[in-house]
DNA sequence: CATGGTAAGGAAAAGCCTTTCCGTAGTCTG
DNA sequence: CAGACTACGGAAAGGCTTTTCCTTACCATG
């Protein structure tokens, strides 16, 4: 405190009211048979002398703090920026505060927050990853709160944990190259031991399945999250399978590079070649030529929704398992325009 | 609490160990004069009960709640990472807790998340932002607590504002580029309503001029902080001024558009041009073609800056004014090999 | 033996709020 | 007019710590 100025508390608001502690406190908290004289009179007096409830004091003796700690698995990364966002606004919006943790994937780190955290006496927890894989759970003994996991998984499935549905985001990739007329398709992707990487190819292929096509192995490529992956995948790929008409990345960043080479190739996007990113990352998406159709898993969304299920939790229900949060296309300019349906399904062209 | 388990308190602390509540307090503490014994026993009386002290009861009676608010202004912006982190993680280390509060531009919002902060009674408040330009300071009237602006800054002289100096950002763009031989300049940058774009300019020319270089106004283009922007100013610039060997962009965005312009038109990077970008924003950076040199803003030591600086304020020390954090030139391919120097300064090399 | 110093640890207040319980006054019912 | 409510508002406990001030007991000193 800086000017040493004392903050003010009820029991100067109910002095000034004319009134005790606390039918000061009930006006405040619109509880208790108060006249609405005396309500508004407190209220006025409250104003008046900048009145703000120690949440301290009150989280005290309500055993209730309204705050939840955010523990971020991963360093700050930035698929964490919309899912923290929406963790954020859905939880201010409950007068929820969020204590921001980074525990950059030390375990001591962690250990070291949740401690913290407890200590706060946080309502409860949420855990962010950048990873759909299991992970160990935050403590091996039972929390004296709720914690939910969000674009993390927790190993104990009695744990709950939201993951965007990478299948699905597959699956609507494939649906959006069909539909816009190709036929022979190529997957290039990250590294085969993100469980995300697995599922996103599962649902492009199941989707493809249906239409009586196939994506072999050949023509799926597996490498770093990088765009230089990218660049050298699709270069690999004009030369083995020229064939190729469509191409699925498992990330933006792939996606550029994959862009990149087919323009320097002289095949052009979308007339020649189809493309579809995955993650929907602004930067990336938006100037590249021509501007990228990419897979959005609705980050922001997954986060308000573990955000619910933790508010939920906290009130006193019990939740667990895993839930799959559908992701969404937004589909530019790189995958082709949908060829005309014609009555009886999808249009078969050329 | 899920399982209405109350937690422990020290008073069971205190009666495990055979103490009264003061000398279990003091022994945890570290305060008090108390034999080895008995602080050996109430240590172990805590450690057999797990108990964690309640941070709340402990503010409220300390009159410090080791939180400090973390409010960002604008959304949640990729800035805002290392920002973030370096913040954290300073504060972390100084068992300060952070409250995570994303204003989003909105000054209601903002003013919500101030009441909300000093509710809780925290003892400090950074704001974050993502533009150096003045902006209106939190609260007209004295706030309570310390403020400081990080990566945002105050319209109030009084208050403390850190920022990085873009100024020695543009000087350490030009000296890299002179060093390896370039003679004929361009800049291609974002609008000039952005303080930073047009100190990063001033510093530019400034080491420009001294080494008895010009930059006119011409060789400068001002447009959106876009990748498009970046190809579009470059075909200009090669149209109109194809005698131009290096390039300072404002953005590692521009410079990626930049990049693949100059490529398209076959001139070499670095051979025959060089291209510097700003940020040092590793996804556009490290894979473009070449790596590209950029300078870095340390926003994670600027951070940390602000966040020692608030910990001062904290402890009593009046600060305020502006703190300029110097950047850091990232060296990869694009700016080309400084020219090996000859004993009578730099080496001029066509 | 009176005095004083010191080490060890306890009692109680303080920090600020909510909530339960109770008293008072007024109103209604039979 | 007795008895039963209702509306209003106050007193005090409770939530968990820290910290200040005391009380003991012990030892040394003159």
Redesign the interface.
């Known amino acids: ?3 040493g ?1 004392r ?1 003010v508390t009820i029991t100067e608001v109910a002095t000034r009211a004319g009134v005790s502690i606390s039918t000061a406190s009930k006006a405040l908290n619109g509880r208790g048979q108060l006249r609405d004289e005396t309500r508004e009179r407190v209220f006025a007096a409250a104003n008046e002398l900048g009145y ?6 009150r ?2 003796v309500q ?1 209730r ?1 309204f ?1 939840v700690g ?1 523990l971020s698995t991963e ?4 698929f ?3 899912l ?2 929406g963790i ?2 859905e939880l ?1 919006a409950g ?1 929820v ?6 525990g950059r994937a030390d375990p001591l780190r962690e250990r070291f ?1 949740l ?7 946080v309502d409860g927890i949420v855990v962010t990853g950048v990873r759909t894989d299991a992970r160990p759970p935050l403590s091996n003994v ?1 929390l ?3 914690v939910v996991y969000a674009y993390s998984c927790s190993a104990d499935p009695s744990d709950l944990s939201v993951l965007p549905d990478d299948e699905h985001g597959g699956r609507l990739a494939a649906e959006h190259l069909l539909s816009a007329g190709w036929r022979t398709f190529a997957h290039i992707t990250g590294p085969m031991d993100f469980a995300a990487v697995r599922d996103r190819l599962a649902g492009f292929r199941a989707t493809l399945a249906d239409a009586g096509l196939e994506l072999p192995d050949r023509r799926v490529y597996s490498g770093p999250w ?3 992956f990218g660049r050298d995948a699709a270069a690999d790929l004009l030369d083995r399978h020229p064939e190729v008409d469509a191409v699925f990345c498992g990330s933006d ?1 792939v996606a550029r ?1 994959v862009l ?1 080479i087919l323009r320097e190739r002289g095949r052009r996007v979308p007339e020649d070649v189809g493309v579809v990113g995955f993650d929907n990352w602004g ?2 998406t ?4 021509p501007p990228l159709t990419s897979v959005d898993m609705n980050l922001q969304e997954l986060g308000a929704l573990a955000a619910r299920r933790l508010l939920s ?1 906290i009130e ?1 229900h ?1 939740e667990s398992g895993l839930i799959r949060h559908p992701c969404r296309l937004e589909v530019r300019a790189s995958g082709g325009a949908p060829a005309p349906r014609g009555p009886g399904g999808i249009g078969p062209v050329g």
Chains 1, 2 share one sequence.
Request: hydrophobic share 30%; glycine share 4%.
């Open positions: 405190m800086p000017d100025q903050a703000q409830p120690n949440a301290l004091a989280s005290l055993r703090s705050t955010l360093s700050a990364d930035r964490n920026i919309p923290h966002m954020e606004n201010g007068r505060s969020v204590f921001l943790c980074d927050y401690d913290s955290l407890l200590s706060r006496r039972p004296p709160v709720p990088r765009e230089s960043q590079g990149d930067v990336l938006e100037d590249s030529r939790m006193g019990r």
